[in-house]
């Protein structure tokens, strides 16, 4: 008898990736993984106690794809970085972007939680925004998120145009996020004065 192929969990992880960036995170089953990594179910069950553990490494591996899009993106500005980052993962994962944004689900609350901090701390090395309070830069980073999702959301549905480059988001994106930081400091000499 042959032996049987074993399977590791990064291959694993690997199949549920590529069927939830083609079916989305509900569409990861373990028979869907088996045809991935041409190979039974069983491997899937001696590395992971059951799906939602498989799903939960997807986001793990969703994170960790998030955090190098936005090392990769750096500008020297940060702010700026984030929601181009986020533009950036949605032209690369549309579905798996769409399963993060336009409904709410748990993994959805898991990636936020998980990328907070990244963000925050992004958002503390940035000079353009060195002036504002702590608060104040969490305000603004919400309101960068909303104006980024709504290019995400486009983005990842097709609703931008192809003929859309990515130096015009970085355009669109620069100049949203300068307007906000404006309006952040007007507010900041306003309160001061």
């Not at 001696?46 to 990769?72: T, Y």
């Not at 097709?158 to 949203?176: F, H, R």
Request: charged fraction near 30%; proline fraction near 4%; glycine fraction near 6%.
């Amino acid at each position: 008898m042959a032996p049987k192929t074993q399977f590791s969990k990064n291959q694993i992880v690997d199949a549920a990736f590529q069927i939830a960036c083609r079916d989305g995170m509900d569409g990861i089953t373990a028979r869907k993984i088996a045809t991935e990594i041409g190979g039974s179910v069983a491997p899937v069950y001696v590395n992971f106690g059951d799906l939602e553990e498989v799903r939960d490494a997807v986001v793990d591996k969703i994170v960790d794809i998030s955090r190098e899009i936005l090392e990769e993106t750096d500008s020297g500005r940060p702010f700026r970085d984030i929601g181009l980052a986020s533009i950036r993962f949605a032209r690369r994962y549309p579905v798996v972007s769409r399963d993060l944004t336009l409904r709410p689900n748990r993994y959805l609350e898991e990636y936020r939680s998980r990328m907070d901090v990244p963000l925050a701390q992004h958002m503390n090395d940035d000079p353009d925004v060195a002036q504002i309070s702590r608060d104040q830069r969490r305000e603004l980073l919400f309101r960068m998120q909303v104006f980024q999702t709504g290019l995400t959301v486009m983005t990842s549905t097709g609703q931008m145009s192809e003929e859309v480059t990515e130096t015009e988001l970085i355009g669109i994106m620069e100049s949203a996020a300068d307007d906000f930081i404006a309006a952040a400091l007007r507010r900041t000499q306003e309160k001061n004065t």
